[in-house]
């Protein structure tokens, strides 16, 4: 039998699928990434924070054995805990995977809980990033529900991006807004993040989260008083991003 051709490299393939997609919605983009062999093996990754039911939803209706990466940091608020576990429970989803990280590296490097204070990059690597690396191994492309409302780091995503020479990143929801994601949350009757209704439109981890003032970009709240603006998991041009773009070379 013949050998099968290889694929194209990542980023052409990217650029196919956004010039073939640009004006399709949210659900032909899942049901792409989940049927196209150019795609390959696809988790999801989800924090289960202020917006992460509609995708949650969305994937539980399209592929609900896809696999969903949570990321523990051990730093979670409980309302986060609490609501991953309504979450899991309440979905039809079938394979959930809580991730985090080593316990000998984490009580090698932040042996008393305060790495976030002197070096919140350093912590995000830690509790995030090192952890997802190994968890999405095995897949050639993750889901996410980053949108371009969200922020200047965010306002130009595509529904696909060559998040490196190996994966692909599918941004399903890059073009919903704000009203969106609250009529699809109210149309299919979903809960909400208990601390949506306390000022926190964007959840992280709770000793570098605060509420957001009415006005303020829905991200001022993470790291707030410093430049980071992302923690790391996030490639832009194969390139980590935690603070604003430009300035990491």
Not at 24 to 30: C, E, F, I, S
Not at 129 to 142: K, V
């Amino acid at each position: 039998m013949p050998l099968e051709a290889p694929l194209p490299p990542v980023a052409e393939r990217v650029a196919a699928l956004n010039d073939r997609y640009r004006h399709h919605g949210a659900t032909a983009v899942l049901e792409r990434a989940f049927s196209d062999p150019e795609v390959g093996r696809v988790a999801l990754v989800s924090s289960f924070g202020a917006e992460s039911v509609v995708l949650l939803h969305l994937v539980s209706v399209l592929a609900p054995a896809t696999p969903v990466l949570f990321i523990d940091t051990e730093m979670l608020f409980p309302e986060t805990l609490a609501y991953q576990r309504q979450i899991a429970e309440s979905l039809p989803l079938t394979d959930i995977r809580v991730i985090r990280t080593d316990p000998a590296a984490r009580a090698v490097a932040d042996p008393d809980g305060t790495l976030h204070k002197a070096n919140p990059d350093a912590c995000c690597a830690l509790r995030k990033t090192e952890p997802l690396e190994r968890a999405l191994e095995p897949f050639d492309a993750w889901i996410t529900g980053r949108k371009r409302f969200q922020g200047s780091t965010r306002a130009t995503i595509d529904f696909f991006e060559a998040e490196t020479t190996s994966r692909i990143k599918v941004n399903p929801l890059a073009h919903w807004g704000r009203e969106d994601l609250e009529d699809y949350i109210a149309n299919n009757r979903l809960p909400r993040h208990p601390l949506v209704a306390k000022g926190y439109p964007s959840i992280g981890c709770a000793p570098c989260t605060t509420p957001v003032a009415a006005g303020e970009d829905p991200r001022s709240g993470r790291w707030r008083g410093s430049e980071k603006t992302e923690c790391g998991i996030h490639f832009i041009n194969g390139k980590i991003v935690r603070g604003p773009i430009g300035a990491e070379t």
